[in-house]
């Protein structure tokens, strides 16, 4: 029944946990194929993000805290990559599972030669899906399954930059830019973690990633007036007044001969009427 699919989602991943990490990673797999074959719904892949993922930072032991610039045990190449140790902690094998199920899900399209296709699921729709999952997450995890998204999605691309990407458009730029600062900016990382040291792993170096500052009113007000010099080409009210004025006037006074030619347009058979 669709109202405990989420739920038969989190046993799976309970069950899969003290299996270590080859079981782990296969649920990605698993999970994204019986969304992909209608037999577990999209939404109740979201609400079972909705619910593990927040519990996940739990699992964390307080001697090895969660890291989310760490590198994840590599899913496509079958084994462990060369930075990550023998037996990673159920804090990166959990994330792990939680990125591969996004980039699972990622839109195909003409330059990438992988990817879910499916009538109407484009960026925008596996967008808000990414949305609706790491939204209710703690900042700190949404940034760490976040982060290895992107880097498992240039990964299986081959490390071709997203610039490149015929999918890859301005506004997919701007989007991940916006939730990068949002994210960096609530999870409030250790000053020894580099934002900008991420992107550039993950070939996103040429965002413009700037940190979000709460303003305050005057801040705000401030922010808000125009520089004196912009303030100087600007027309004053009086002389705004007088252009509009004179433009009635000018709409008043229209040549006769002008209103003839435009009602002969409107209408060609009846234009005689104009003569009389």
């Known amino acids: 029944p669709e109202e405990t ?10 069950l899969s946990l003290p299996r270590g990490e080859a079981q782990m990673l296969s649920l990605p797999t698993v999970f994204c194929e019986l969304v992909k074959a209608r037999r577990v719904r999209l939404r109740s892949l979201e609400e079972f993000f ?3 993922l927040p519990r996940s930072l739990a699992m964390d032991s307080p001697d090895r805290p969660t890291d989310w610039t760490a590198p994840l045990p590599s899913f496509y190449s079958g084994g462990a990559d060369p930075g990550v140790e023998a037996g990673s902690s159920p804090w990166q094998c959990m994330r792990s599972v939680f990125a591969h199920c996004l980039v699972l899900l990622f839109p195909t399209s003409g330059d990438v030669g992988w990817g879910w296709a499916r009538v109407g699921w484009t960026w ?11 939204g209710t997450a703690p900042p700190a995890v949404a940034l760490a399954v976040f982060s290895a998204v ?4 240039r990964e299986r691309a081959g490390g071709v930059p997203f610039a490149d990407w015929e999918l890859w458009k301005a506004s997919q730029a701007d989007d991940v830019e916006n939730l990068i600062n949002r994210l960096t900016s609530e999870a409030q990382p250790e000053p020894t973690t580099s934002i900008e040291h991420l992107l550039a792993q993950l070939g996103l170096s040429q965002l413009r990633v700037v940190p979000v500052l709460e303003l305050s009113e005057t801040e705000q007000e401030e922010q808000q007036e125009l520089d004196p010099e912009q303030k100087e ?41 104009a003569s009389l």
């Open 124 to 134: 925008a729709t596996w967008w808000d899906c990414c949305q609706r999952c790491l």
């Open 5 to 14: 699919q989420a739920t038969a989602l989190d046993v799976l991943l309970r």
């Open 233 to 273: 080409k600007l027309p004053s009210p009086e002389h705004q007044d007088k252009q509009s004025e004179l433009a009635d006037q000018e709409e008043q006074h229209k040549p006769q001969e002008e209103n003839e030619v435009e009602q002969a347009e409107l209408d060609p058979e009846q234009s005689w009427y």
């Open 150 to 153: 992107l880097g498992l999605l």
């Open 50 to 52: 909705v619910h593990a």
